[in-house]
Nanobody, 120 residues
Framework: QVQLVESGGGLVQAGRSLRLSCAAS????????MGWYRQAPGKQRELVAH???????NYADSVKGRFTISRDNAKNTVYLQMNSLKPEDTAVYYC??????????????WGRGTQVTVSS
């Protein structure tokens, strides 16, 4: 009953920007924390950015100063603004959302991922 849909990925040159979006829909009562993870070829999935319901954020050291996470609670959407992209940012980016559904259950949901490729 709940799904997450990511968008905004693509192929860009180093130094350019992209903005990722993740919209949650379905049987949602409330959303808690939201975040973005990424997985590059041959590497483990890692946390990129995280934002709490109160707006507190944290970032991986590798993206601090370049990426910004934000949320629009009215739209059940989380964004990741990615500036000054580097080839090492190339990965599949996954949205993660913790929420309470209309049945009263708290669960963690994952999007299917969106590819970001940064060329040199």
């Amino acid at each position: 009953q709940v799904q997450l849909v990511e968008s905004g990925g693509g192929l860009v040159q180093a130094g350019r920007s992209l903005r990722l979006s993740c919209a949650a829909s379905g049987s949602i009562f409330s959303i808690n924390a939201m975040g973005w993870y990424r997985q590059a070829p041959g590497k483990q999935r890692e946390l990129v950015a995280h934002i709490t319901s109160g707006g507190s954020t944290n970032y991986a050291d590798s993206v601090k100063g370049r990426f910004t996470i934000s949320r629009d609670n009215a739209k059940n959407t989380v964004y990741l603004q990615m500036n000054s992209l580097k080839p090492e940012d190339t990965a599949v980016y996954y949205c993660n959302v913790g929420l309470v559904d209309r049945g009263g259950y708290y669960r963690d949901y994952w999007g299917r991922g969106t590819q970001v490729t940064v060329s040199s």
